[in-house]
């Protein structure tokens, strides 16, 4: 039976604002190692047995990243089974039931292992001998969680408790995990009661990875949430192919109810489910769901004094601290159990111990209406990536960068006028029923109103200076005609 990879990558990560916003979330950074989250997650079944007929990842992400999953995706060579795009999330349980619709039209029937994308597993060896014990209980009609083994007494997450151990499925395989029943899920405890759990040995975290068969999810997703499963059936059958994605169908999708893996199915089913009975995989494996600052300095090298930096950092008398410096330089003296992270618009100084408020300050942002909780002041595009420079009472400067081959939409302003200048590379600009051609330290003009497209149609990355001047400069007022990437009609 095929083992399906589905990969979660709906999440916006918002605990670790101001480096994760929600066009550039963290499952797309490279937080632990010199690969995003998402890459390391794709290529985790990596030479997995033989045995088990692995099938490329189905991925379920929000329609805003799907150009920068493609292109995380095309530079690690993953060609993707499918990449399903949802309007806006609905968490895990409707994602993993549009990936069991999606592969139920594919196939009779397969494994899938739901997988969220911003999670870091440093010992490969042990996690897929974990998922090939997991591969046969979903055989025999289990439905399978993987729990993490607990290194310390965490309020943050939820808990399984173990039940009574299951035969071994892969006798032959010695590193092979233990399988238990699974007796029941727990919420997130105060810190006497998680102490008591890491004391007893008959509990694990909540990973929120979980194996089975797609009929199996659409089964019990029917029994317990049927709503989620009526609007994600709609949803797919009633999508649309659009170039390399899945594009759900938004209007059935919009009533789908907001739930969990574990709230809608996996915490109503009991040991004694007769067609499905839930079983736990205990992992020990290097997990970090990275979930905040304090989890992401565990995750990563320190120095002597427990210290983790990257980028222009002075330090001195630091103990235990975290500090990442994307633009500036960083200063900081006689400090203990500290966050500062520093970007283009935004710096974060949180103590340890309030690290998981950091989603306070996104809820702050969002009632003020700005918009740095949203993007960066470096914002990719298919076709490259724009980064504000300075802006003022009605003008505004980016510096724009092309790709080889790439080009703008043919669009066109209501309220701005624009001046290119190229810094390098070579620019083909059309301008209404105008084509001309300009080179480095040349410039052209673009009038308010007037159809315009930038391209570049050389080898080499196209670099220029965009200078906008106008009443109003914000990125709505645009107006697409035609467009590579299926976005006219857009203002995104």
């Not at 799907?66 to 089974?81: G, K, S, T, W, Y």
Request: net charge negative; aromatic share 8%; proline share 5%.
């Amino acid at each position: 039976m095929l083992l399906q990879p589905v990969i979660l990558s709906g999440g916006s990560g918002t605990r670790l604002w101001p480096l994760s916003r929600e066009h550039f979330p963290k499952q797309l950074l490279s937080l632990v190692g010199a690969c995003s989250m998402l890459q390391d997650t794709l290529t985790r079944l990596n030479g997995i047995s033989s045995d088990i007929p692995l099938s490329p990842p189905l991925i379920v992400c929000n329609e805003e990243h799907r150009f920068l999953v493609a292109e995380q995706m095309r530079q690690i060579n993953v060609v993707p089974r499918q990449l399903i795009l949802e309007p806006f999330g609905r968490n895990t349980a409707p994602a993993l039931t549009l990936a069991a619709f999606s592969t139920l039209k594919l196939d009779e029937d397969c494994i899938l292992l739901a997988m969220p994308a911003d999670h870091v597993i440093t010992n490969i060896a042990a996690f897929q001998a974990a998922v090939q014990v997991g591969y046969r209980l979903a055989q025999e009609n289990h439905i399978v969680a993987f729990g993490i083994i607990p290194a310390r007494a965490e309020v943050g997450y939820g808990y399984i408790q173990i039940g009574q151990p299951l035969p071994n499925t892969i006798a032959h395989l010695a590193s092979a995990p233990q399988a238990f029943t699974l007796k029941a899920f727990v919420e997130k405890p105060d810190q006497e009661t998680a102490q008591h759990y890491l004391e007893s040995a008959g509990y694990l975290w909540n990973s929120g990875m979980f194996m089975l068969r797609a009929s199996a999810w659409i089964a019990e997703i029917s029994n317990y949430a049927p709503e989620i499963e009526k609007t994600c059936y709609q949803a797919i059958s009633e999508g649309v192919q659009d170039g390399d994605f899945f594009r759900i169908n938004r209007t059935a999708f919009v009533s789908c109810p907001h739930d969990s893996i574990d709230y809608a199915v996996m915490e109503k089913l009991t040991a004694e489910s007769p067609a499905h009975s839930p079983a736990v995989i205990p992992l020990n494996a290097g997990w970090s769901d990275v979930g905040s600052w304090p989890s992401l300095l565990d995750a990563n090298p320190r120095d002597e004094n427990g210290n983790m930096i990257r980028g222009d950092v002075l330090l001195e008398d630091i103990r235990d601290t975290l500090v990442l410096a994307e633009h500036r330089m960083v200063a900081a003296i006689g400090l203990k159990d500290l966050m500062i992270i520093e970007t283009a618009d935004a710096v974060l100084v949180v103590h340890k111990e309030h690290a998981q408020n950091v989603k306070n300050i996104v809820t702050q942002l969002k009632r003020e209406g700005r918009e740095e909780h949203i993007k960066h002041q470096k914002v990719y595009r298919p076709w490259g990536y724009y980064e504000s420079i300075d802006f003022g009472h009605r003008f505004q400067v980016k510096r724009i960068m092309v790709n080889p081959g790439a080009s703008l939409s043919l669009q066109m302003h209501h309220h701005r006028a624009e001046h290119w200048i190229v810094v390098t590379g070579t620019a083909r600009v059309i301008r209404d029923d105008e084509i001309i051609l300009i080179s480095e330290n040349q410039s052209t003009y673009i009038p308010l109103g007037v159809k315009h497209r930038l391209e570049n149609p050389g080898k080499l990355p196209l670099e220029i200076i965009e200078i906008q001047s106008g009443s109003y400069l914000a990125e709505d007022d645009i107006i697409r005609f035609d467009d590579h990437y299926g976005r006219a009609g857009q203002s995104y």
